[in-house]
């Protein structure tokens, strides 16, 4: 059994919207262009593979384009908050 409660690890709190930030996000979360996108094609089609070498090869494939777009993410934000 088990309990659901919706609440954050961290509290957020947002003083003031930033479109910038908000493009940025966009740019990197959505679209096909994507790197989430990217990476989430990469895990889909690891479900597929017959071998676990090629399994083993898309899911590194696809934590290496979510590690980009976090990196890219957060990069993004340092430029734009200097």
Known sequence: MW???KKLEFPVKITKPDARL???MIEQ???A???LGAS???LSQKF???TPEAK???NDIATEEYVCCIY???HSYSRIRK
């Open 48 to 50: 597929t593979m017959v």
């Open 72 to 74: 890219q993410l957060f």
């Open 29 to 31: 979360y959505g679209g």
């Open 40 to 42: 989430l094609r990469y």
């Open 22 to 24: 908000a493009k940025i």
């Open 33 to 35: 262009d994507g790197e």
């Open 3 to 5: 309990i659901y409660e």
């Open 56 to 58: 083993a090869t898309l």
